[in-house]
């Protein structure tokens, strides 16, 4: 029987630079399973966008990363650049900071990873194109402006403090809010109000085990989007007291829809938050592409 043949890109920095020894550890695990491997490294931002949009994938059985959040983001990028559709599954062995699309999958752990990996089941997943500020990327997770962004630029100056970091800056944000003018379009609603948050989101968990959109689903061709316009600090508080078992969706003010696409038209050109990189700026128009790719599961 010819064995199995995998792609695996792998971030050394990922998860306070643990890339290296994940990929020792499942090196063994893959060869007990007569699975071989093809393993390449990422040395800065952007190879492995580059990697999955111009190597040659004939005679793999799928690929695979060692990385969180961010490098997933290039891979599922890179592979929707290419110049012809590929339908290789995707497995992720976790190891970053957040990891909510492996949490969001059930994955728990680099050997749980490989055992989904070897198994050959596979599920569909939703990706939504997002065009802003005339460039295109690709989002897994989350598309965020106005608080999420916010939160999001203050937990990078605080990535040394890994996960708790998300809620540190969150907290941040809650005690200095700002509200920002914009009409969205949501489908075909709009609304145009000033904003404090703006949540578009793929994936039930954001921000490293927030369940910020309790209700997603990644096949159902939709995103689901989180909204707030006014708060106080005391109401804010209690959301973000809420946002990890997902109760916040329930308290008033809080905004919830499911939609195919979603146009944040602001005043100003505003940063965005695309699964957990500050990247794009307003306008921005986002739509999912139903089963965009399939994960190993």
Known sequence: ???RRFLLIVNPRSGRRRGMAVLEQVRSWFGAAAAELDVRLTAQS?????????LDLAGYSGICLIGGDGTLHEVVSGLLE????VSLPLGIIPCGTGNDVAKQLGVSSPPDAVRRIVSGETCPFDVARVDAGGATDYCV???GWAGVADINCGAERLRLLGPPRYAIAALGRILFPRRRRAQLVLDDQRHEDDFLLVAAC???FSGSGMRLAPRAKVDDGKIDVV???RASRWQMLRLFARV?????VDLPGVEYYQVRSLRILAEDRGP??????????TPASIEVLPAAVRFFV
């Open 227 to 229: 909204i707030l316009r």
């Open 46 to 54: 952007g190879d492995a966008r580059r990697l999955a949009r111009t």
């Open 141 to 143: 997770s989350l598309v």
């Open 202 to 204: 793929n994936t039930v």
């Open 244 to 248: 990890f078992d997902g109760s916040h």
């Open 82 to 85: 290419r110049d012809q559709p």
């Open 272 to 281: 965005l938050d695309i699964d957990g990189e500050i990247k794009g700026t």
């Open 1 to 3: 029987m010819t064995a």
